[in-house]
């Protein structure tokens, strides 16, 4: 079953605006980790934020986590055509295991 | 990091063949993984490919469908066995890595159509 659900599911945006993804979670989380993949290519992974911590940044990205209400989100600031991608969040189970979550994808329009 | 390569990156495959899949990291890694994603959906865990012993699968997946070798720390196979229209999807090959192996780094995929 899948652990993160995402919303929103789609998200189309002008070249230089924010785009705002969320993610929330089910179980108990050591981490919760952030991928991109273009268009039915491999994943490339973000960023990770542990359990411990509330904000994070990489770049134009700043991800947020509120174990108390088991949610993530990804900002990705001043977005470019390039952007343009289904973003994921995944937490980790034992033995290293990815439960992911359904995606958003996200339009960057130049 | 690890840098992680798949071949093919695609075929199209006629019911009731077999499409065996091959993962190639260029270090050694401990932990791999075959994901599967059908067209439109996220990522599923199929099995970790555990080496010099066998694959441990995920509910829903099984050994006679998708055998898995690892013959070595750095290459995996997955065969997709006696495939029908429903095994088209993306699979793609992962492996843990990081300080502490929170991170996972995944292969390019295979995009895999059976008519």
């Known amino acids: 079953s899948q652990q993160g659900e995402e919303d929103p599911q789609a998200l189309s945006i002008q070249e230089g605006e924010n785009a705002t993804m969320n993610c929330s979670y089910k179980t108990s989380i050591n981490n919760l980790q952030w991928y991109r993949q273009n268009s039915g290519r491999g994943l490339v992974h973000l960023i990770l934020i542990r359990s411990n911590e509330r904000e994070k940044h990489s770049g134009r990205l700043r991800v947020t986590l509120d174990t108390s209400k088991k949610s993530s989100s990804l900002l990705i600031t001043a977005s470019r055509a390039a952007d343009t991608a289904s973003y994921f969040c995944a937490t980790i189970g034992s033995n290293y295991k990815l439960t992911f979550g359904k995606g958003t994808l996200l339009t960057v329009n130049p | 990091s690890a840098v992680i390569s798949q071949k093919p990156s695609r075929d199209i495959c006629q019911r009731g063949t077999s499409l065996t899949i091959q993962c190639q990291v260029d270090?050694?890694?401990?932990?791999m993984f075959w994901y599967r994603q059908q067209p439109g959906q996220s990522l599923t865990l199929i099995a970790t490919a555990n080496q010099g012993s066998e694959a441990t699968y995920e509910s829903g997946f099984v050994i006679d469908k998708f055998p898995i070798s690892r013959p070595n720390l750095t290459f995996s196979t997955l065969t997709v066995s006696n495939m029908s229209p429903e095994d088209s999807s993306i699979y793609l090959c992962?492996?843990?890595?990081?300080?502490?192996?929170?991170?996972?780094?995944f292969g390019p995929g295979t995009r895999l159509t059976v008519t």
């Open positions: 992962s492996v843990a890595a990081g300080v502490s192996m929170g991170e996972q780094y």
């Open positions: 270090s050694q890694v401990t932990m």
